[in-house]
């Protein structure tokens, strides 16, 4: 009985299984992948809110209207003079010379109201250790909403 050569090459048929092996774990894994990760997304229409309740292009019906607000918002602006070097200070336009003095009008305007929010703006020149202590100024005269001023254009 003749026995086969391991160095001839076999049929055809086992080349083109041994190629489409790998192939097909591949494509296995790559659909186990696909389905596992789908599984995790929320499907959008299922989140509540009060905008998915209605539909079509009626009135929106606001149940409770925000409360008016008695006062304005109060700003204060820092300024970084180069000249100088120094922080000037500004509550609501109105220049003010020192820290303390932003604080006495704080102190003035925290009579009124505390619940009237605090705009913080200081010029992107300022260094960063005037504002903190100007942010802590407010938050010590006890105004309760103390905010940044965003710049959009950056």
Same mark, same amino acid.
């Given at each position: 009985m003749k026995r086969k050569s391991p160095l001839v090459r076999q049929s055809s048929e086992t080349d083109f299984n041994n190629a489409m092996t790998p192939m097909i /774990?591949? &494509?296995?894994?790559? !659909?186990?992948?696909?389905? @596992?990760?789908?599984s995790f997304q929320i499907v959008e229409y299922v989140l509540p809110s009060e905008m998915s309740a209605q539909m079509g292009n009626d009135e929106v019906q606001i149940d409770d209207p925000p409360p008016p607000s +008695?006062?304005? +918002?109060? &700003?204060?602006?820092?300024? @970084?003079?180069? /000249?100088?070097?120094?922080?000037? @200070?500004? &509550? =609501? %336009?109105?220049?003010? $010379?020192?820290?303390?003095?932003?604080?006495?009008?704080?102190?003035? !305007?925290?009579? *009124?109201?505390? +619940?009237?929010? *605090?705009i913080l703006h200081p010029d992107p020149a300022v260094p960063l250790g005037y504002v903190i202590?100007?942010? %802590?100024? $407010?938050? !010590?005269?006890?105004?309760? =909403? *103390?905010?940044?001023a965003v710049n959009p254009g950056r």
């Amino acid at each position: 009985m003749k026995r086969k050569s391991p160095l001839v090459r076999q049929s055809s048929e086992t080349d083109f299984n041994n190629a489409m092996t790998p192939m097909i /774990d591949v &494509v296995f894994l790559l !659909l186990v992948f696909f389905v @596992w990760t789908a599984s995790f997304q929320i499907v959008e229409y299922v989140l509540p809110s009060e905008m998915s309740a209605q539909m079509g292009n009626d009135e929106v019906q606001i149940d409770d209207p925000p409360p008016p607000s +008695d006062f304005e +918002d109060i &700003v204060v602006r820092l300024r @970084w003079a180069a /000249d100088t070097e120094q922080v000037q @200070w500004s &509550v =609501n %336009d109105q220049t003010l $010379a020192s820290l303390a003095a932003v604080g006495s009008k704080l102190q003035e !305007l925290v009579a *009124v109201g505390a +619940d009237v929010t *605090v705009i913080l703006h200081p010029d992107p020149a300022v260094p960063l250790g005037y504002v903190i202590e100007t942010y %802590d100024q $407010a938050k !010590l005269k006890g105004f309760e =909403n *103390v905010s940044f001023a965003v710049n959009p254009g950056r």
